[in-house]
């Protein structure tokens, strides 16, 4: 079984950087594309940013310029780096890969993780 597991959130005051880990486990041959997603209470989810397999990456206009999403294929891991924080990044970031092929030969669509909390307040 495939599962993904953010982690990396935290209390930080504004200006700070956080950085946040996406793990992915299980019988992974490929992982497609990996993006980070995030929900503020009250709030609809919203697309923060996203890196192809072949690390082509984009970023919501809210977060460019301040966040760096980047992966290490050989460890299955995506990372989100988040500097300059402000108080409306408070937020659960989700990471989400569209596709993850196992070793087993199974596709995987639409994984997500749980979700890891992050606090920008001063």
């Known amino acids: 079984q495939v599962q993904l597991v953010e982690s990396g959130g935290g209390s930080v005051q504004p200006g700070g950087s956080l950085r946040l880990s996406c793990a992915a486990s299980g019988a992974i041959y490929e992982i497609h594309s990996v993006a980070w997603y995030r929900q503020a209470p009250g709030e609809q989810r919203e697309w923060v940013a996203t890196i192809s397999i072949d690390d082509i990456t984009n970023y919501a206009d809210s977060v460019k310029g301040r966040f760096t999403i980047s992966r290490d294929n050989a460890k299955n891991m995506v990372y989100l780096q988040m500097n300059s924080l402000k108080p409306d990044d408070t937020a659960v970031y989700y990471c989400?890969?569209?596709?993850?092929?196992?070793?087993?030969?199974?596709?995987?669509?639409?994984?997500w993780g749980q979700g890891t909390q992050v606090t920008v307040s001063s």
């Open positions: 989400n890969a569209n596709r993850i092929l196992t070793s087993g030969g199974l596709t995987i669509d639409d994984s």
